[in-house]
C-alpha cells in the first residue's frame, strides 16, 4: 500500500462540541494527555475565557499566539494521528463553528449528566445532522450528582433525535461512584481519583464474575449494577458500526474529565470505529481522500494570530492526496499557481512548519488577502468543494471614526478582520459608510477591541436601519442592470466583491422580492 494511503487511513479528524460548562476544555486538555501533550494543559485552559464576555476575551488577547494555534490540535494515539478541531464555545460564534464542522469526519459531544441535553447541544446537533456527521458522546462529572444514566439516554434520543449504543455505564455515580462497566469487552475500570490515567494506572477487572470485584464494589452494588445492566440491555441499541457511520447512532461513555476516569475507553474505542478522512463534494464530483492529486479547502481564517508578525493564517483541510512543503497549486478562485512555502502544521503545544499533510490533516497558509473562507487548492483541476457557506449576518452597525484621517487603516482592518468569517462588511454603492453586519452582538465589541489593538484605529459602532441581507444573482444582465439602478440606495459590495441588498426592514425584503421576481435574494453566500 502506498504511503499515502497509509498515511490517510492513520487519520482521525473531530471536533468537540458541547454546551458551555460541560466539561469540552477538560477533556480535551485529557485526550492531549494521552497524546503526549502534557504541557498543553494551561493552554487549553486560557482558551475558554473567550466565550464569557468581551473583557475576558480580551485580556485573552495576550496569550493569542497559544490560545489560537490551539485550536487545531494534532496527536498520535496508537496506530492513528488525531486532529482535533476545536469549536469555539460563545453562541456568538456559530457560524465559526459550522464551518468547523465541514472540516472532520466526526465530532464527540460532551454533556453535563446533571444538566443533560441543553440548549447549545441542540443546535451543534442540527448542524451534524446536516451532514449525517458520526457522533460520539462523552456524558461527563459522573463524581458529582446527576440524573439517572437511562434516563440521561432516554433524553439524548428523544431530543437529539439519535438512538444511543452505551458502550460504558457508571457502576454509582456522585459520591458513590465506583467505577464503569465496558459493555463490550465486559471489563470492569474502577473509579480511583488521582489515578486512572492510563490502563497501567488503573484497576480493572477482566469481568463482572472476577471474585475480586464484589469484594472492591460491595455485593449490593454489583446486583444493582447487574439489574441495571438488564434494563439498559432491554431499553437501548447495541453498537452497530454501520449505523454510528451514517450519523443515526451514538455510541456513549460515561466518566469524570476532571478525574481523567472513562477517558481512555472513550479514546481506545475512537481510534477503532471512527472513520478515517471520508469523500467530499465539489460542485463538479465527489473527490475520494485515495486520490493521488492534492486537493483541500479552506474553513477558517484567523487574523493576526501572532501580534508580532501581523501574520493572517488560512487553515486548510486537506481532502486527497499528499500536501508537500513547498508545492506549487493551484488557487482555483483567482486561476493562479501559488507556492504553498512554510505552511504550518499544529502540533498540539506548538506551530511548526509542515513537511507533509495527508487527508483529514489541517495546514495553516500564510495568507496576504488573496486566500478567502471557502477557497479551493489543488494540482490544476478547477474543483470547488461546496457547503462552506457564508450565512446572512442578523446586526448591522456602521462603523464611525474617532480619527478621520485614520480611514485607510479603519478600511484594512474591517476587511481583514471580515476574511476570518466572523463578521462581515460592506460598503454601499451611494455612500462612503462601512458597515459591518455580525450574528452576535459580542462581535461589534470583540472588533471594536481588534481595531484599536491590531490596528491602532478607534471607532464606535453605531445602529443604522438595516434588519438583513441578502446576496443579489440574477441571470438576465440587463435586469440585473436594472434593479441595481433602482435600488442602489439599499445596495452594497461584500469583501468579496459581491452585490448584496441591505434590507431595512423584512417587509421590505419581501415587497422587493416580490416587485423583482427574477432576482435571487440567497440568505447565504456560498464560498465559491
Ligand atoms: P467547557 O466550557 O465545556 O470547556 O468546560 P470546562 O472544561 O471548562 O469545565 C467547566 C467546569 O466543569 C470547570 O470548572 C471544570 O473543572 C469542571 N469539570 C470538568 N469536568 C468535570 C468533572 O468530570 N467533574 C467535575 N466535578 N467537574 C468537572
Known amino acids: 500500500m502506498s504511503d499515502h494511503l497509509t498515511q490517510m487511513r492513520r487519520r482521525r479528524t473531530f471536533a468537540i462540541i458541547s454546551h458551555p460548562d460541560a466539561g469540552k476544555t477538560t477533556l480535551t486538555e485529557k485526550l492531549l494527555?494521552?497524546?503526549g501533550a502534557i504541557q498543553m494543559a494551561g493552554s487549553v485552559k486560557g482558551r475558554k475565557a473567550a466565550r464569557h464576555a468581551t473583557s475576558d476575551w480580551m485580556a485573552l488577547e495576550k496569550e493569542r499566539g497559544i490560545s489560537v494555534t490551539s485550536s487545531v490540535m494534532q496527536f498520535p494515539y496508537e496506530d492513528c494521528i488525531v486532529n482535533l478541531l476545536d469549536t469555539p464555545g460563545h453562541a456568538d460564534f456559530g457560524e465559526d463553528t459550522y464551518r468547523v464542522l465541514t472540516a472532520v469526519d466526526s465530532a464527540l459531544m460532551v454533556i453535563d449528566c446533571a444538566k443533560g441535553v441543553e440548549e447549545r447541544t441542540i443546535k451543534l446537533m442540527e448542524v451534524c445532522r446536516l451532514r449525517d456527521t458520526p457522533i460520539m458522546s462523552f456524558i461527563n462529572k459522573l463524581d458529582r450528582e446527576g440524573r439517572s444514566p437511562i434516563e440521561l439516554l432516554d433524553e439524548v434520543e428523544s431530543v437529539l433525535k439519535i438512538q444511543c449504543a452505551p458502550i460504558t455505564w457508571p457502576i454509582g455515580m456522585g459520591s458513590r461512584l465506583k467505577g464503569v462497566y465496558h459493555l463490550i469487552s465486559g471489563e470492569v475500570h474502577l473509579y480511583e481519583p488521582g489515578r486512572n490515567f492510563t490502563r497501567q494506572d488503573s484497576t480493572i477487572f477482566a469481568s463482572l464474575d472476577d471474585p475480586g470485584l464484589a469484594e472492591r464494589i460491595g455485593a449490593d452494588m454489583l446486583r444493582e449494577l447487574r439489574d441495571e445492566l438488564e434494563l439498559v440491555e432491554g431499553a437501548s441499541h447495541p453498537f452497530d458500526l454501520d449505523e454510528y457511520l451514517a450519523g443515526r447512532l451514538a455510541p456513549v461513555f460515561f466518566g469524570s474529565a476532571v478525574n481523567n476516569f472513562g477517558v481512555q475507553p472513550l479514546l481506545d474505542f475512537f481510534v477503532a470505529h471512527a472513520p478515517a478522512p471520508q469523500a467530499r463534494a465539489t460542485t463538479t464530483r465527489q473527490v475520494q481522500p485515495e486520490e493521488e492529486k492534492m486537493s483541500g479547502f479552506v474553513f477558517k481564517i484567523q487574523a493576526n494570530m501572532d501580534p508580532m508578525h501581523r501574520d493572517r493564517v488560512a487553515f486548510m483541510r486537506i481532502?486527497?492526496?499528499?500536501?508537500?512543503?513547498?508545492?506549487?497549486?493551484?488557487?482555483?478562485?483567482?486561476?493562479?499557481?501559488?507556492?504553498?512555502?512554510?505552511?504550518?502544521?499544529?502540533?498540539?503545544?506548538?506551530?511548526?512548519?509542515?513537511a507533509e499533510a495527508y487527508p483529514g490533516d489541517v495546514i495553516g497558509i500564510h495568507n496576504h488577502g488573496t486566500i478567502s473562507i471557502g477557497d479551493t487548492f489543488s494540482e490544476g483541476e478547477a474543483l470547488s468543494f461546496t457547503g462552506i457557506p457564508n450565512f446572512a449576518p442578523e446586526l448591522f452597525r456602521r462603523a464611525r471614526l474617532k480619527d478621520p484621517l485614520k480611514m485607510k487603516q479603519l478600511q484594512k482592518g474591517l476587511a481583514q478582520l471580515s476574511e476570518e468569517g466572523a463578521t462581515q462588511f460592506f460598503k454601499p454603492l451611494m455612500s462612503n459608510d462601512l458597515i459591518l453586519g455580525a450574528v452576535g452582538v459580542l462581535q461589534f465589541d470583540v472588533v471594536a477591541y481588534r481595531l484599536k489593538?491590531?490596528?491602532?484605529?478607534?471607532?464606535?459602532?453605531?445602529?443604522?436601519?438595516?434588519?438583513?441581507?441578502?446576496?443579489?444573482?440574477?441571470?438576465?444582465?440587463?435586469?440585473?442592470?436594472?434593479?441595481?439602478?433602482?435600488?442602489?440606495?439599499n445596495l452594497a459590495i461584500d469583501a468579496a466583491g459581491e452585490l448584496v441588498y441591505l434590507a431595512p426592514s423584512r417587509v421590505n425584503l419581501q415587497l422587493t422580492q416580490e416587485r423583482w421576481p427574477d432576482v435571487q435574494f440567497a440568505a447565504t453566500r456560498e464560498h465559491a
Open 453 to 489: 489593538d491590531e490596528y491602532g484605529v478607534e471607532c464606535v459602532f453605531e445602529p443604522i436601519t438595516v434588519s438583513t441581507a441578502r446576496w443579489i444573482h440574477c441571470r438576465d444582465a440587463r435586469k440585473l442592470e436594472e434593479f441595481r439602478d433602482k435600488n442602489a440606495t
Open 319 to 354: 481532502c486527497s492526496g499528499r500536501f508537500e512543503a513547498g508545492m506549487k497549486s493551484f488557487h482555483v478562485r483567482s486561476g493562479k499557481e501559488m507556492k504553498l512555502a512554510n505552511a504550518l502544521t499544529f502540533m498540539a503545544s506548538d506551530r511548526e512548519i509542515v
Open 33 to 35: 494527555l494521552f497524546g
